[in-house]
């Protein structure tokens, strides 16, 4: 099993900053693409950045310029750094992983999900 756990979500005011953190934990032998999904009250998840092992970014348009995803492949960890943040930005953050995870004697390719991180824009 593997487990990924959010952090640094909060209250910030339009215009401000907020880093999130994502660890990732348990049995793997290796994590390819990481990333970051958000979801507003009464819509979809949507993709915010995704960054593969290697270090290659896809942003979603409406953060690109304003967000940077980046990885720690030795931690297992992903970042988000988010400025100029904006009321419609406000959504609950979700780390999303592609793992190739042990499964008994043999490795099998999952994805996996944070419970999820409340960030607040607001003045």
């Known amino acids: 099993q593997v487990q990924l756990v959010e952090s640094g979500g909060g209250l910030v005011q339009p215009g401000g900053s907020l880093r999130l953190s994502c660890a990732a934990s348990?049995?793997?032998?290796?994590?390819?693409?990481m990333g970051w999904y958000r979801q507003a009250p009464g819509n979809q998840r949507d993709l915010v950045a995704t960054?593969?092992?290697?270090?290659?970014?896809n942003y979603a348009d409406s953060v690109k310029g304003r967000f940077t995803i980046s990885r720690d492949n030795a931690k297992g960890t992903v970042y988000l750094q988010m400025s100029s943040l904006k009321p419609e930005d406000t959504a609950v953050y979700y780390c999303?992983?592609?793992?190739?995870?042990?499964?008994?004697?043999?490795?099998?390719?999952?994805?996996?999900w944070g419970k999820g991180t409340l960030v607040t824009v607001s003045s």
């Open positions: 960054i593969t092992s290697g270090g290659s970014r």
């Open positions: 999303n992983a592609n793992v190739l995870g042990y499964s008994g004697s043999s490795l099998s390719n999952m994805d996996y």
């Open positions: 348990g049995s793997i032998f290796r994590i390819n693409v």
